[in-house]
């Protein structure tokens, strides 16, 4: 699984490291050992040879490698010599050498004596030859000009020429620069200094498409003169520039090639598209220089650029922003720059312009709070984001909380980049209830911290699997939500064919009160269950308390009086010796509807709601959020009660009934509260202090966020007044410090409830999450694929394709579908052979789990006969369709396979059948 996640997002040139190879990367070569690699190359030195040859090196005190190697050399040249008659060594008959294709010497530090010696495999009789990396070889000029002979004497004697060459960590100097890009310009005839002669039009699309000078001491008049001796028709797609100090005079270089055009009207370099720019100081002015030119080519539109290490603030991120919206940008490296939480901002208001892109890197950057809020709200509606990159900002609770929600809505993003973001452990608690609450579970691979334990803390997975990598977690849980899909589909099936209403429709699942035992689909409503179970810190009740009781909100970082936390000692408190033994003396209850402290946001009080006469807006937001009177307590006997304590009021013994409750439920989640916050000895200052805190709220509350739910407000009012007449009537400081830590767990909950209903609800620019299907359309013709894509997409599906049985597999291998449409007569893999292929994995990888598949046959369904049907079920499909596609007829298969949705409106698919119906017709 993990080497499929890395081949989705695969170089689109890893073609050029295809094919037989020569790998001798990290291998200190000497010079008698380069020189005998070179005669083995270039043919001179045949398998049967090299024994004696070595034997000869290594018996001989007088002869060493390199004698060794010159005289086999010297032997094997007057022999050619003789055989062809030729006077020039360089149009001898040489013997056929290895067909290799690619040639990597990289870190094998061969000089320029190396160089020399393997200028002459650059131009033997190889037309295979296509990529040579010689990166970190300690090359300098001299060596360089070795390598540019080979490459001239190649091209003159008609070879291909090279496609891929990368000189990163060598010296190249402006002459030495000259010399290599006229040899390895796409037209070797061009003459000397006459730069009009343009390479021929067959010739355009042949010749170098990847080039890598990053650490190479190159001058901005070196870049210029290497670019300009490329011509201007080179088919280079990918240049590499990174780690060499230009400044922004190298960026005005750069950007003055790629404004110029050729003498046809198009510009220079036509299909490049991959820049790296990386660590060259180019600052915020030279981004701009740079920026500006690649805005120019309107015609060639870049896919990837990296600009990362470049001392850029937010005035460059606004320039790359608002110049590369025409791009169809794929990957976008800004890491290691200093753009803040206003750079931050920026890149987020632009994400929904730029629908391709699919990685995006940000790392250490220092973005706070605002900067990642504004991130996170952003991505929500960023379906093609795969792949975030977030280390080294360092991430407070707000953040952790902005991208639990986040997680837990986006539908692809796969890899996630946490690595130097100080996350306290309530902060990854958040992160991975954000994780698993999602539908789909996409995420595959994510640095930074281990997900087992904070996925035990919450009792996601058993205590067993804290230690699994990663990985293993994200597939554990996967494969958990892929048999709760399988539970959804028996359980209609058999209602249906019992006659049974009771389905589990739209409806039923995205309640939090349902009785079919089955999650909720709502992923807001999933993340609600596991909110109770994650502990508090110092660093949450401060962010709970400036987001609902400051003025200014959640996100600024600045302090304020006002503060939720009553006691400077309560997190002490949590965690001391009197709370443990009051905790094992009783059961703890709280609510009757969930075992997890905290309310239930989903039930909703109508009598309230239409009596309160409040604003219909407010009403609705605080529909969900009214505690029930019941729920509220008025004696200090039934605060006791509420929380299962023994609490010694003033020498006396109150203890907790459970005869009044008519659901108990386990003290699980305040054990791990107390277990989770560390242990200390101090006790702070007396009662009457600590809640004053909190009563200096009621004079912003006029103003406060927590004004929104007044209904709400009263609830929690009423529940401080009865914690204030409980401390005010005990004497004891310990007592006082466990009865401030219940009031503190039950009011903090609920809040952190009602914070992520309120980005639930839309509020502070969050976008409303929805509940929508996934689809993989696995088909050859790109028509039928198109088709089909765009009908379930204006539908509001998330759709994926793919074009074989194998790609189509593997996507259902790592992801999660509510359906797939496989096509039956596809190349490579039928969809007999794929669907096969995919039972068999998950019988043996994720047994009980079950992808859903939907045949596409070209033959009528009604013209099987019943040897034919069992053909498709032996093979494991699911369901059949005729082809050409009925777009209504899909839908309604959707709704029969995944049946939680079977709410999906007419009205809604009415429009795009009716779109799509005469090209449906045609095909």
């Not at 987020?348 to 991130?375: H, Q, Y």
């Not at 952003?378 to 929600?405: D, H």
């Not at 709400?712 to 005990?730: G, H």
């Amino acid at each position: 699984d993990g080497e499929l996640s890395r081949k989705k997002n695969a170089d689109p040139l890893d073609y050029l490291k295809t094919g037989a190879s020569l790998d001798l990367s990290k291998i200190l070569l000497t010079e008698g050992e380069v020189k005998l690699v070179t005669l083995v190359l270039t043919g001179r030195l045949q398998i049967e040879d090299l024994g004696p040859l070595l034997y000869l090196a290594l018996n001989s005190p007088e002869m060493d490698l390199v004698a060794a190697t010159d005289e086999f050399y010297h032997l094997s040249e007057v022999q050619l010599r003789g055989n062809s008659g030729a006077q020039n060594p360089a149009d001898g008959v040489l013997l056929s050498p290895p067909p290799l294709a690619v040639i990597n010497l990289s870190y094998t530090l061969i000089g320029d004596y190396g160089m020399e010696a393997l200028s002459e495999f650059i131009y033997s009789d190889n037309a295979m030859l296509k990529t040579l990396d010689l990166s970190f070889c300690n090359i300098s000029s001299q060596g360089l000009l070795s390598l540019c002979h080979g490459l001239k004497t190649r091209g003159a004697r008609g070879l291909p020429p090279l496609q891929a060459l990368s000189l990163t960590g060598n010296t190249i100097k402006t002459d030495a620069g000259k010399q290599l890009g006229r040899a390895l310009s796409s037209d070797n005839k061009r003459k000397r200094g006459d730069a009009s002669v343009e390479p021929s039009p067959q010739n355009s699309s042949v010749g170098l498409k990847l080039l890598h000078l990053g650490s190479a001491s190159i001058s901005p008049r070196c870049l210029k003169e290497i670019l300009s001796e490329l011509g201007p028709n080179c088919p280079l797609q990918e240049l590499k520039l990174a780690c060499n100090k230009i400044g922004p005079d190298g960026a005005s270089a750069l950007g003055s090639i790629l404004e110029s055009k050729s003498k046809s009207g198009k510009p220079v370099l036509p299909k490049l598209n991959r820049l790296d720019m990386s660590y060259n100081d180019l600052g915020d002015h030279g981004t701009t220089k740079l920026t500006r030119a690649i805005s120019k080519r309107a015609k060639v539109s870049m896919t990837e650029v990296s600009l990362s290490g470049n001392n850029m603030g937010s005035k460059g991120i606004e320039s790359i922003m608002n110049k590369l919206l025409q791009h169809k940008l794929i990957t976008l490296n800004l890491d290691n720059n200093a753009i803040g939480d206003q750079g931050c901002q920026l890149v987020a208001a632009s994400l929904p312009s730029i629908p391709s892109l699919a990685r995006l890197n940000l790392a250490f950057n220092d973005i706070g709070c605002r900067g990642m809020a504004t991130l996170m709200r952003s991505l929500v509606g960023c379906e093609s984001i795969t792949s975030l990159g977030l280390s080294g900002n360092v991430m407070k609770i707000s953040g952790a909380i902005a991208m639990g929600f986040t997680l837990a809505q986006h539908p692809r993003l796969s890899v996630l980049e946490l690595d130097n973001c100080c996350l306290s452990q309530v902060a990854q608690c958040h992160i991975v209830a954000g994780i698993i609450s999602n539908r789909w579970v996409p995420m595959k691979v994510m640095h930074g911290f281990r997900v087992g334990p904070p996925m035990v803390a919450i009792g996601a997975l058993e205590i067993a699997a804290q230690h699994m990598t990663n990985e293993e977690c994200f597939r554990l849980r996967r494969d958990i939500q892929m048999k709760t899909l399988l539970q959804w589909m028996e359980n209609n099936r058999n209602n249906a064919n019992n006659n049974d209403s009771n389905l589990l429709t739209n409806d039923v699942l995205s309640g939090a009160d349902n009785d079919s035992g089955a999650p909720s689909q709502s992923a807001y409503l999933r993340m609600l269950d596991w909110l109770g179970r994650i502990p508090f810190d110092e660093s949450e009740l401060m962010d709970l308390r400036k987001y609902f009781y400051d003025i200014s909100g959640s996100d600024a970082d600045h302090k304020s009086e006002n503060n939720l936390k009553h006691r400077g000692d309560i997190l002490a408190a949590l965690a001391s010796e009197v709370v443990e033994e009051i905790l094992e003396s009783e059961q703890i209850a709280f609510f009757e509807c969930d075992s997890s402290l905290g309310l239930d946001l989903s039930e909703m009080d109508a009598d309230e709601e239409s009596s309160s006469g409040k604003d219909p807006v407010e009403n609705n937001i605080g529909a969900h959020l009214l505690m029930s009177d019941d729920c509220v307590p008025k004696t200090p006997e039934e605060m006791g009660e509420m929380y299962g304590a023994s609490i010694e009021v003033r020498g006396k013994s109150v203890r907790a009934s459970n005869s009044n409750m008519s659901n108990g439920v386990s003290r699980g989640s305040m054990s791990t509260i107390s277990m989770s916050m560390g242990r200390s000895d101090s006790r702070g200052i007396r009662s009457v202090s600590s809640m004053n805190s909190l009563a200096r709220s009621d004079i912003m509350q006029l103003k406060a966020r927590i004004t929104m739910f007044p209904q709400f407000a009263e609830k929690l009012d009423n529940l401080k007044a009865v914690a204030q007449e409980m401390m005010d009537s005990e004497s004891d400081p310990l007592q006082q410090d466990v009865i401030a830590q219940q009031f503190a767990e039950a009011s903090l909950t609920i809040l952190r409830q009602l914070r992520y209903h309120c980005m639930e609800s839309g509020l502070d620019g969050w976008r409303q999450g929805k509940l929508r299907r996934k689809v993989l359309i696995v088909d050859d013709s790109i028509v039928t694929r198109k088709l089909v894509a765009r009908a379930f997409e204006k539908a509001n599906f998330i759709v994926d394709t793919a074009e074989d049985g194998v790609k189509g597999v593997n996507k259902m291998k790592e992801s999660i579908y509510d359906i797939a449409f496989m096509d039956i007569d596809m190349p490579v893999m039928n969809g007999f052979d794929a669907t096969k292929a995919l039972r068999m994995w998950e019988d043996s990888v994720r047994p009980g789990a079950r992808q859903p598949i939907c045949a596409l046959t070209a033959a009528h369904v009604d013209d099987f006969d019943r040897d034919e049907l069992m053909k498709f079920k032996d093979a494991g499909l699911d369901v059949m369709e005729s082809k050409p596609c009925n777009i209504p007829r899909l839908f309604k298969v959707v709704d029969d396979v995944s049946p939680m949705f079977s709410d999906l409106a007419l009205t809604q698919v009415n429009s795009t059948v009716g779109r799509y119906a005469d090209m449906t017709n045609k095909l």
